[in-house]
């Protein structure tokens, strides 16, 4: 290699500190275009640091769309958008072999989900055939089809929306199926002063069609993210803080109004989302604190209520509330 080549590839490969930079200036670039979500922003900088799915949960028009849109805007990331619907095939997620009639051979057209940022847009509203047809690509970063697998580009990131008022003509995600996904955050009305600015901005000529004129632009790329979830992985976690998550999701499974809790599955993705928490904000360790700040997102939606317990209006977020208050925290 030439010193040439060796000095590109030096600038190629950002630090710990240039990555945290960017991906510092990619919340603010999301900004631009999205007022109020800053949680959900958070989530979803948490999730491609740490391989995970996002299930965003919102009624219609509080900018789920357009906070994805901004993330791969601002990322310079491939996205695409399926929009769930009752009709939808597995092979419209996918992909599926083509019969070509003059080569007279099958050629393998890929689907929606080889990008990196993929949108499931209302994925309660299609059969669990086709909801299924993500677990492979969640989870094994592939797609087999007629027994052939598929590698699916990196970063790769599922943010799924829902409408949680809607129940008409809806399949409900199966557990096996909400357990991949990191995290499930609550995208909620804003408040009179965020709406404000909202509308402010509209007045102004703001164009959520339009990102690029609103000042979008990339500010961070997979290499940064590479560099991140490299730096992530040398954040130490004590052994007291590891007793901590696993008390804490054992003690989901115990709970009287719980019937399923937690997997390990869940144990071990909380502890992953805490670590990024961590790094994110500037620290080579884990806290239990951080492990609090993420518990809720990570957690809720793993959790299976027994039917008497939601009969007298308990939640998976009322569970878990109390949870971290009565489980005894490290010093």
Known sequence: MTNISKDAALLETPSAQEA???????R???????????QAVLYLVLALLCRGHVLLEGVPGVAKTLLV???ATSLALEHARVQFTPDLMPGDVTGSQIYDPHSAEFTFRKGPVFTNLLLADEINRTPP???SSLLESMEERQVSVDGQPRPLPDPFVVVATQNPIEQEGTYPLPEAQLDRFLFKVDIRLPDRDDEFRILQRHAGGFDPRDLGAAGLRPVAGPEHIAAARAAVGQVTVSPEVLAYI???????????AVAHGAS????????????AFAWLNGRA???????KTVA???????????PEAELDGVSAEGVLSSLLVSVPVPV
């Open 20 to 26: 945290a930079a960017a991906l510092a200036a990619l």
């Open 28 to 38: 603010a670039e999301i900004g631009k275009a999205v007022v109020g979500n800053d």
């Open 69 to 71: 849109r901004a993330l």
């Open 129 to 131: 055939k086709t909801q």
């Open 246 to 256: 696993v008390d804490l999701c054992r003690a989901t499974r115990s709970s009287p």
């Open 264 to 275: 390990t599955r869940g144990a071990t993705a909380l502890l992953a989302a805490a670590r």
């Open 285 to 291: 360790y884990v806290t239990p604190d951080d492990v």
């Open 296 to 306: 809720m997102a990570v957690l809720r939606h793993r959790l299976q209520l027994r």
